[in-house]
Every structure is written in C-alpha cells, then in structure tokens.
C-alpha cells in the first residue's frame, strides 16, 4: 500500500503545474486595421483599402519595456493608437489587464484609457496656458480627482522627475527636454498600467535625450512600456524590440 501511495505521490509531482501565467498587461491577438484611402487614379467616390497591421499578435508583460521599430507607415504608431482605445482593430482584439477593448463603446474605451494608459508624445502636447502643474493635473481633472489632491499629486511628479522648481513655469519658458518630463509626468498622473511613447526623443538633443530614456526606463520597473522609435539609442532600453514592415511583425526578440 506504501509503495502504492509513494508511487501516486512521484507520478503526481512528475505531471506539469497547472499554475496559470499572470496576465499581460498588453495583448494583441490576431490584430488587423484597414484604413480607407482616397485621391491618386481613383475615380470620384471610390475608396481604396490600406491595411495598416496584418495579423499581428503581440504580449507585453508588467514591467517590460517594448521597442517598436519600422520604417514610417509600417504599423508602429497604428499598435500604440490601437492600445490605447483610440482606434478599434478591423479584426482581431486588443486587451489590456485581461479586458478586451474592441466591443467596447468610445466611451467606454475613454473610461480605461484615462485610468490605465499614460501617453507620451514626441510634440509634448502641452497646453501653453496652463502651468507645468496644471498640465500634469489634467489627466486627474478629468477622472474626478479633487483640486488639492491633484496639486499635490502633480507636485510630486514634477518633483520626482526633477522640475520641483518649475511646477509654475509655462511651456514656453521650459527647454525641450523639460517639457518633455512634464509630458511624462503627465503620462504618469494617473498611475497607468501601461505607458506608451511615440518617438519620445525625435525633438531633443543627445544628452536631454538620453535623460529621457533614463526617465523612462525607471516607469518601466513597474509597468509595461511601449516605446516606438526610428532612434537606435531609443531602442536600445527595450527588454525586447518588435520589428515591423509593411504592418506585419517580421522579428520579435531580445
């Protein structure tokens, strides 16, 4: 009978885990967009078809940082837009923390967006009447946040990403490189998930640039991040680069 149970019990142990992987923060599963295209020889009224991503699968773990690589027009700002819930896939789905975007409605997909997706974007995207607080605040504005928590919080992220002393500054008395930690502590106001950046040093200079990444590379500790970028420097933070051509993925490694 001993032997009987030992024998059960090693089979048991041999058998692999059953012990689920954790979940994406990203994933992209079979994800295809089509643009409609006007002009060139077509006639008056017709509409040609331009398919931006082909069948492409991607996953992005919690605290791995994603590089997107391409020539223009391969799909690189199309996957960040498609995250994001600023677009919805002609097929496929788009899923972020285990919920599928795709069926949701716009103002649904806002609602995730605003609590789990922090956006960095190569022009800043600053508003020039607001102070560099009130610019990182904004995102808080528009999910209810009262104004003294969103001062406080915004102060703490201007601090932390070394502007402390310029929270009352305007845009247009911050060089590029700060504007740009502005724009990523704005990215970072809500505590995302996920943080997606489109070419988030094409307007600096080497030195800003590489503060930058180092910025970024600290948010990518703890949440996913997604950078796309023509900029090898800019790349080669990434714990994995994805190459794109044509809107399909043609490598995926480390």
Excluded: C, W
């Excluded at 024998?7 to 992987?21: H, N």
């Excluded at 391969?74 to 069926?103: C, N």
């Excluded at 402390?164 to 505590?191: C, M, Y």
């Excluded at 023509?230 to 809107?247: F, K, P, Q, Y």
């Amino acid at each position: 009978m001993i032997h009987r149970i030992l024998g059960t019990l090693a089979s048991a142990a041999s058998q692999p885990s059953d012990e689920r992987q954790p979940t994406p923060a990203v994933r992209l599963d079979g994800v295809t967009h089509e643009y409609g295209a006007t002009g060139g020889r077509l006639r008056a009224g017709e509409q040609r078809t331009v398919t931006a991503l082909r069948d492409v699968s991607i996953d992005v773990q919690p605290g791995e940082t994603i590089g997107l690589e391409g020539p223009s027009g391969s799909g690189k700002s199309t996957i960040l837009h498609a995250v994001a819930g600023l677009l919805v896939p002609t097929s496929g789905s788009v899923e972020l923390i285990g919920t599928d975007l795709t069926p949701l409605s716009t103002r649904k997909r806002t609602h995730v967006r605003r609590q789990h997706v922090g956006i960095v974007f190569q022009h800043f995207h600053l508003l020039p009447s607001l102070s560099a607080r009130a610019n990182v605040a904004l995102p808080l504005v528009q999910t209810g946040v009262p104004k003294r928590a969103r001062r406080k919080r915004a102060t703490e992220l201007l601090t932390q990403v070394g502007l402390g002393d310029r929270t009352t500054h305007l845009p247009s008395e911050l060089s590029g490189g700060e504007r740009q930690r502005v724009a990523i502590a704005r990215a970072l106001a809500t505590d995302p998930t996920v943080v997606i950046a489109d070419e988030p040093t094409g307007e600096l200079d080497t030195a800003t640039g590489n503060a930058v990444l180092d910025l970024l590379t600290d948010v990518g500790r703890e949440r996913a991040v997604l950078l796309a970028s023509h900029d090898e420097s800019t790349l080669a933070v990434a714990d994995r680069v994805i190459t794109l051509r044509d809107g399909q993925v043609v490598a995926d490694g480390h």
